[in-house]
């Protein structure tokens, strides 16, 4: 199992695979370790891929399946779809113009398919690559996340206020 979180120290991007195999995170930045909570990774058989039963960095329960795909990339490839078609239909070239078009929304569609899902967590927004048991989690739900987004706000006044 692999895990991409921020440092809660400094904010640093943390990378580190094979999390199952170690009793905590180190960020590389500020070299301060996280200890992984008891229990929060099953190993139900020996070959099979690792469970999560919670996030490693935060005492969130609460996790939902995405495509482990960064958003940017699939907007990026749409709009230099789009960039390149005005080019051709500048020149009036239809045929060109839907190929693109039609290349660009299929390989949006193929990435989808072939890019391995995820699970992050809701309230720190740590991903999880590598894991079994991932449909137990669910898909995205504004209502979990709202409930988070809220409580984040709260915390970030009551330290402001503190
Ligand atoms: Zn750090
Ligand atoms: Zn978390």
Redesign the pocket.
Known sequence: MNIVCACPNCSAGIYQSHVEKSVSLTCTACERSITIPDNAIQVTAEDAQPQLTR?L??P?TELFVRKNFPQRLGVGIVVVGLAMSCVTWGYRDLFSTFAILFSTALLDVILFFVVPDCLT?Y??G?RYTGTDGMSEFGNFNLETHEKYRQQAAREQQSVRLS
Do not use: I, N
């Open positions: 996030c960095t935060c969130s967590c309230r720190c740590s």
